[in-house]
Antibody, heavy 123, light 107 residues
Framework: EVQLVESGGGLVQPGGSLRLSCAAS????????MSWVRQAPGKGLEWVAN????????YYVDSVKGRFTISRDNAKNSMYLQMNSLRAEDTAVYYC????????????????WGKGTTVTVSS | DIQMTQSPSSLSASVGDRVTITCRAS??????LNWYQQKPGKAPKVLIF???SLQSGVPSRFSGGGSGTDFTLTISSLQPEDFATYYC?????????FGQGTKMEIK
């Protein structure tokens, strides 16, 4: 079964750090771009970051640049999100997602999602 | 950044109704447009990718259309399990962006 499982969420004080993990199974992890998407309480979805199959390219939403780092370990079928200098506005459910690509025309879409892990930034 | 605007933000409809949600991009994005469904407390699920391609396993009552800046998601006959929030998302350029969502409620 194709599956993504996030872990590492919790309560952290403003300015603190947290490292999220995403464990993949049931597919060849090293062949896919991967993404982090978050959802603040009662709000919509916000894309956070992408990482290329081999980790050589990474992209971030402006609000997390310089504070968050996406990485992956293909030998462990895992992706990570290191979150530093956390702010109250980072409070959200964080989802990891697989970025599938169409065979022609390179259309990307997120076709497999984890259940999410909750990050709460509060004093 | 490309801004995605959905309309309406909420929609009240009945089982069996035909409904259409609209998504507009702030600039042309060709067909790099995806639609997701999210139910409360659950992860999003992709319904349509590349503007009009139905994801495997998704019922055929869902369909997508459009290209450039204007897109639609149509549900031909609403079923009880379709009451959820729907998001459009562009993958034309980073940062990938979502619409604000359309919450579909039972009339």
């Amino acid at each position: 079964e194709v599956q993504l499982v996030e872990s590492g969420g919790g309560l952290v004080q403003p300015g603190g750090s947290l490292r999220l993990s995403c464990a993949a199974s049931g597919f060849t992890f090293s062949r896919y771009w991967m993404s982090w998407v978050r959802q603040a309480p009662g709000k919509g979805l916000e894309w956070v970051a992408n990482i290329k199959e081999d980790g050589s390219e990474k992209y971030y939403v402006d609000s997390v640049k310089g504070r968050f780092t996406i990485s992956r370990d293909n030998a462990k079928n895992s992706m990570y999100l290191q979150m530093n200098s956390l702010r109250a506005e980072d409070t959200a459910v964080y989802y990891c997602a697989r970025a599938a690509i169409t065979v022609t025309s390179y259309y990307y879409f997120m076709d497999v999602w984890g259940k999410g892990t909750t990050v709460t930034v509060s004093s | 950044d490309i801004q995605m605007t959905q309309s309406p933000s909420s929609l009240s409809a009945s089982v069996g109704d035909r409904v259409t949600i609209t998504c507009r991009a702030s600039q042309g994005i060709s067909s790099y447009l995806n639609w997701y469904q999210q139910k409360p407390g659950k992860a999003p699920k992709v319904l349509i990718f590349a503007a009009s391609s139905l994801q495997s396993g998704v019922p055929s009552r869902f369909s997508g259309g459009g290209s450039g800046t204007d897109f639609t998601l149509t549900i031909s006959s609403l079923q009880p399990e379709d009451f959820a929030t729907y998001y459009c998302q562009q993958s034309y350029s980073v940062p990938w962006t979502f619409g604000q969502g359309t919450k579909m409620e039972i009339k």
